[in-house]
């Protein structure tokens, strides 16, 4: 596609519910990345894909967090059991590679809201 | 771990002011490093990148920034600055495929 695309673009859950949240990065993209950010501070980076695989999982802040990324392609994290804590805006990126870094593409953005 | 510190969290300037966005990074290492730009209400978006060679790098919209590896630091530049720069400004360094980025700085340009 064109570029990075997210979806939903917002979404309201209740606490202790499921949410998952999807990313199709720019097509032959083989690196996407996932972070999140909070009202007034910075990226905080959660997860890296190098093709189907994850090299770095270390920002994943509890094991209530996964993703996965199918066929190259599209990625979707699902946060379980959600928490208010866990309110932010969820943004996807993507880039040519992980080694060969020229910048990464970045999506619109998740905004999860946790009543 | 790679850290990103931003100096300054909000600059208000008027139009025709030169800017100097501050950023200094913790890794010792060979490292890439980035400026992205944040416009109201539009995604991130690449200002300027540092891999290699000329440690002034120049970007869009009249940006620069210069890379001093002995001061760990990447400072974002523009002689100066138009209504239309008021945006959020992230420093980014990446190693290995990690990117770090700092807290940003919300620049604010009066008319």
């Known amino acids: 596609g064109a570029g990075v695309s997210q979806s939903p673009s917002n979404k309201v859950t209740e606490k202790g519910k499921d949410v998952e949240l999807r990313c199709d990065p720019i097509s032959g993209h083989t690196a996407l990345y996932w972070y999140r950010q909070s009202l007034g501070q910075g990226l905080e980076f959660l997860i890296y894909f190098q093709g189907n695989s994850a090299p770095d999982k270390s920002g994943l802040p509890s094991d209530r967090f996964s993703a996965e990324r199918t066929g190259g392609s599209v990625s979707t994290l699902t946060i379980q059991r959600t928490q208010q804590e866990d309110s932010a805006v969820y943004l996807c990126a993507s880039s040519l590679t992980g080694q060969d870094f020229r910048g990464q593409y970045f999506g619109p953005g998740t905004r999860l809201t946790v009543t | 771990a790679q850290s990103v510190s931003q100096h300054n969290h909000h600059v208000i300037l008027s139009e025709a002011a030169s800017l100097e966005l501050g950023c200094n990074y913790s890794y010792g290492g060979t490292v890439n490093l980035f400026w992205y730009v944040q416009y109201p209400g539009q995604h991130l978006q690449l200002l300027l990148k540092?891999?290699?060679?000329?440690?002034l790098v120049k970007g869009i919209k009249g940006f620069e920034a210069e890379f001093i590896k002995s001061k760990f630091s990447f400072n974002l530049r523009k002689p100066s600055v138009q209504w239309s720069d008021t945006a959020e400004y992230f420093c980014a360094v990446n190693f290995a495929g990690k990117s770090t980025f700092g807290d940003g700085t919300t620049l604010t340009v009066k008319p």
């Open positions: 540092y891999f290699s060679g000329d440690p």
